[in-house]
């Protein structure tokens, strides 16, 4: 197959910098990596498209304040009577040489760290008491984690000796240009009538003194691109898919519609 067809084939990713070299060559060397950046930035997706272009398995796991070690490595289950051990994804990850994506890795339960060191240093090992097995990763394993650092309190702040296992990258939300051809393409709406909602996005997200959280993401963007290519106004797409979304507080639902009318 020719280069042009398997990147066809791949699941669409539009680099924005030279993540994808830095990707590729963390898990050449066995390294693992940490992507930083607020939702709906695209990290999932790249995650998604390397692995795709690396023929890597990926196993994904969405972290949540109770996700806890034995979740990630496994455990005993009661079948027909009989206790067997299931692999949980970490597990099966390192078995396959698979890559391992832990998104929103501040949220998991303090017990998870423990498990990632010897996982994400040279040993590279992963050790499971409940059967006594200690896995040495093969070169294909490879673990990525996600945060957003816009939302993390302090008792979920990633330890310093957690943080400096990982190489780490930073992603923002795209270059108008490359926000413009991702939104085209994700929504099918013609790029001329998506440029107005990126230049939207761009002023929500330099908002400042507005009680937003955070500043609207591709996703949301895509959402609206989405409703006005199926036939939906404008000002109502706008509506549902960026300004409620964002905020529940009327004044700053008001100051954004002021924002659209400026625009469109
Ligand atoms: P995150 O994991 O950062 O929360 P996602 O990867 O789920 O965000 O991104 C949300 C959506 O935005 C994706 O489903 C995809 O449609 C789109 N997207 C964002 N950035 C890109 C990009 N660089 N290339 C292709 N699609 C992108």
């Not at 609207?216 to 000002?235: K, N, P, Q």
């Amino acid at each position: 197959m020719s280069l042009a067809a398997k990147e066809d084939r791949l699941p669409y990713y539009r680099p924005t910098g030279n993540e994808c070299t830095i990707f590729e060559m963390a898990h050449n060397n066995g390294l693992p990596l940490l992507l930083k950046g607020p939702t709906g930035c695209g990290k999932t997706r790249f995650v998604e498209h390397m692995a795709a272009r690396l023929g890597r398995r990926l196993y994904t796991v969405a972290c949540h304040d109770d996700l806890s070690a034995a979740d990630l490595i496994g455990r005993y289950l009661l079948r027909g009577g009989q206790t067997e051990w299931v692999d949980g994804p970490l597990t099966r990850a390192v078995r396959e040489g698979a890559i391992c994506y832990l998104d929103e890795i501040v949220e998991a339960r303090k017990d998870v760290t423990v498990v990632l060191h010897p996982l994400t240093d040279n040993r590279r090992t992963l050790m499971i008491d409940r059967t006594g097995e200690e896995l040495h990763a093969p070169p294909g394993f490879m673990l990525v984690a996600s945060y957003n650092p816009g939302y993390q309190n302090v008792l979920k702040r990633m330890k310093p000796s957690t943080r400096q296992r990982f190489l780490s990258c930073t992603f923002g939300f795209p270059a108008p240009e490359d926000e413009i051809a991702i939104v085209a393409q994700e929504s099918g709406l013609e790029p001329g009538r998506v440029a107005p909602l990126v230049r939207l996005g761009g002023h929500i997200r330099n908002l400042s003194g507005m009680d937003l959280e955070e500043g609207v993401s591709t996703r949301l963007l895509i959402y609206a691109a989405t409703l006005i290519a199926g036939g939906m106004g404008v000002e109502r797409s706008l509506e549902v898919a960026v300004i409620e979304p964002l905020t529940d507080d009327d004044d700053v639902k008001t100051a954004l519609r002021e924002l659209v009318v400026t625009i469109y």
